[in-house]
């Protein structure tokens, strides 16, 4: 049976904003006790100890002689020493991006600095050189970039060369920015350093984590987080440790109420192809500032936090009958219900939404005045919102229309999964709108663009979300879209060579989640960059070499209608030769299916973003003469949450193949692997049958 995840993610790091905006952060920062927690009475002030991580350490001669690790061996690399040094309350830097004012008036950036030393002890080794410092924007900007190699002869070889800020596409189709470079002479047996600085944005920066787990092994590691405390907002710090070594000894607090730990051999963290997010499966510690002493029931703590955070929406949602102007000019009084809802969903989406932007700097929004709004009715005024705010708006519209609708707050799935009784009220950043019509529960969220009406983005779904009521306020699950709210079709109308091409026209329609999904992750991206993304998901679903051009202009930018891409494809040598007869192979589509689960044992769960189906329409044209004498057995399978189709015609010498594969679970337990496994290799067997063609006499000679 397929297992839905409960939860969700953790959010992003985040925090403090200046003094001028104290009350915003009282309103904001509820978060309260995880579990274990410190009073931390420190001032403001600058300490007079020396703080932060040194540029590099120096490397021993036991160190430039290793060659191999018992703790590790095998390892390609090892990292022998890593170092976090998280600084929230901030240094004095006029010149950072995220330097704001104080209440001392002195300019202060939060920043985590880190050190990396590396020991390459194989070939394979040698691509840790290839540094990628992954950073979110609107959260953190990385500087100071410092990197030297150190030969086994104890040789320096200094990095002077160019650091570059690069869009990286993850695993699931996301992007996310990092800073990358290359090390100067790698070679098996030197030592690579590196380190470098994230100034925080303040106004991000009220959750962190120590990341313990790394791809290589590490040797030995030292965290410090110094924390935030002001006298206007003394702040609670609460932390949790997950997924530790059985060995690994406690956070401790020190006379300096600076929060530290150190670790030894920690293992080399392995991944495996459609797991759940690698943050969160690895070795960490989760840190969060609460204003709030810590409380140990979590029913009550969460009723506290409802009503709390239902104050704060219904203040912003104000007076529903100011709208009533608005609600007359989007929508007709016969309009049906759901069309009234459309309708006014759309209109929302077409408001600015500035979480979407490019990121501007601190002046730029100064002059844009764009400043947090007070109210619903400010945003539709002045015409541009926060995803947040725009969602908030469309409650207060929905309802304003006579619509019966609820807020939700919640947190998402994409990095972390969320646990209620850990009683972590800052990880609920993601808010929904919730609307009851005619026994049907809709779910939305208008402050995610190029979401559908009716659907939520990937990461709210399949999730706990805390309703909103003055009274008391109740998780509930979010909705679980239905396979075929996520489609991939592909359609190709292709022609078989004499030679054993085939070439001819594709076409791939996207609805649904899978379509809302792509233009999220492209929104920024140009002409260019998706067609290249386009192309190389093509090549990606052929298990051969291909050639692929895109010949369209999709719709990038309207979320009710699908993606559809066309293709001119080439596979050439397709069809191969077998005396008097040609061989094709079925799949032709089955790309991602072809190595899909190898492995015999499993590590971690079976993790998919959302449920889906891949269907293919094909047509194979094939020469004048030849003749079509055997064709594969339909193969047909059902098993819960995973079922697979594929049929073949011979319609007039014309080959026609239908494909459909459907996945209906998000998370699977690893007890299932074998049998799911199993089903995959059925799946490659039936891609890997044949049509068989046979070829007049004539053509076999020639």
Same mark, same amino acid.
């Given at each position: ?509 996207? $609805? =649904?989640?899978? &379509?809302?999904? #792509? ?12 067609? %290249? /993304? ?104 059902? $098993? =819960?949450?995973? &079922?697979?189709? #594929? ?12 494909? %459909? /594969? ?41």
């Amino acid at each position: 049976m397929p297992i839905l995840l409960p939860s969700a993610k953790i959010p992003l790091m985040g925090y403090l904003m200046s003094i001028q905006r104290s009350l915003r952060i009282f309103l904001s920062l509820l978060v309260m006790s995880l579990g274990v927690w410190a009073w931390c009475p420190q001032t403001a002030s600058a300490s007079s100890e020396v703080l932060g991580v040194t540029a590099f350490h120096p490397v021993s001669q036991e160190e430039l002689q290793m060659t191999i690790d018992p703790a590790a061996p095998g390892a390609p690399a090892e990292i022998l020493y890593h170092e976090v040094y998280r600084d929230d309350l901030g240094k004095r830097d006029p010149n950072s991006t995220f330097s704001t004012v104080w209440s001392d008036q002195t300019d202060r950036t939060p920043h985590e600095d880190n050190y990396y030393r590396i020991k390459v002890l194989t070939e394979e080794g040698r691509k840790h050189g290839d540094i990628e410092i992954p950073y979110v924007a609107e959260e953190g900007a990385v500087v100071n970039v410092h990197a030297r190699t150190i030969k086994p002869d104890g040789t320096i070889v200094d990095f002077d060369g160019k650091v570059y800020n690069k869009s990286v596409v993850k695993a699931r189709g996301g992007r996310y920015l990092a800073k990358t470079f290359a090390m100067p002479a790698v070679q098996v047996g030197c030592i690579l350093e590196y380190s470098y600085t994230i100034d925080l944005n303040p106004e991000w920066v009220y959750f962190s984590r120590w990341i313990l787990s790394n791809v290589m092994f590490t040797k030995s590691a030292d965290f410090t987080l110094r924390p935030y405390w002001t006298e206007e907002f003394p702040f609670f710090v609460n932390w949790v440790a997950r997924n530790m070594p059985r060995e690994a000894p406690d956070v401790k607090e020190g006379a300096d109420h600076n929060f530290r730990l150190h670790v030894s051999n920690i293992p080399a963290f392995q991944t495996e192809e459609d797991m759940p997010p690698e943050n969160e499966m690895k070795a960490r510690v989760d840190f969060s500032y609460s204003l709030d002493a810590p409380e140990a029931d979590a029913a009550s703590y969460w009723s506290k936090v409802g009503k709390r955070l239902d104050r704060r929406m219904e203040s912003f949602l104000g007076n529903s009958k100011s709208l009533n102007a608005a609600i007359a000019g989007i929508v007709g009084p016969d309009d049906p219900p759901e069309v009234k809802l459309q309708k006014i969903y759309a209109r929302v989406q077409q408001i600015r939404n500035t979480d979407f932007e490019a990121v501007k700097t601190e002046e730029e929004k100064k002059r844009a005045k764009e400043k947090t709004q007070a109210n619903a009715g400010e945003v539709w005024k002045r015409g541009f919102g926060n995803g947040e705010e725009l969602t908030w708006l469309y409650l207060a519209l929905v309802r304003a229309a006579g619509f019966d609708a609820y807020g939700i707050k919640a947190a998402d799935r994409e990095e972390y999964f969320f646990d209620p009784s850990l009683k972590q009220s800052g990880e609920l950043k993601a808010n929904l709108v919730l609307i009851k019509l005619g026994g049907k529960s809709i779910y939305c969220n208008p402050g995610v663009p190029f979401t559908p009406f009716g659907l939520l983005p990937w990461p709210e779904t399949g999730i706990q979300g805390l309703q909103l009521d003055k009274k008391e306020s109740t998780w509930i699950p979010t909705q679980v879209p239905s396979p075929d709210q996520a489609r991939t079709e592909r359609h190709a109308a292709l022609t078989l060579s004499e030679d054993g091409d085939l070439e001819g026209k594709l076409t791939v329609t996207y $609805t =649904g989640m899978a &379509s809302a999904d #792509l233009r999220l992750v492209e929104r920024q991206a140009d002409d260019a960059e998706r067609k %290249k /993304l386009l192309e190389e998901k093509v090549k990606g679903y052929i298990p051969a070499a291909s050639e692929v051009t895109l010949t369209n202009q999709p719709e990038w930018k309207n979320p009710e209608a699908p993606l559809v891409a066309e293709f001119n494809l080439k596979v050439p040598g397709w069809a191969s030769a077998a005396g008097n007869h040609f061989i094709i192979t079925a799949g032709l589509f089955g790309g991602a299916e072809k190595h899909a689960f190898d492995h015999v044992d499993r590590i971690y769960q079976i993790y998919m973003s959302f449920p889906s189906i891949a269907s293919d329409d094909v047509d194979i044209q094939v020469p004048a003469g030849w003749q079509i004498s055997g064709l594969p057995q339909g193969w047909q399978k059902v $098993t =819960g949450p995973i &079922s697979f189709s #594929l049929t073949a015609q011979n319609n007039n010498g014309k080959l026609h193949l239908e494909r %459909k /594969l459907t996945i209906s679970f998000i998370l699977l337990d690893r007890k299932y692997y074998t049998a799911f496994r199993n089903y995959f290799q059925q799946i490659k067997v039936a891609d890997d049958q044949q049509f068989v063609l046979d070829v007049p006499v004539a053509k076999v000679g020639n």
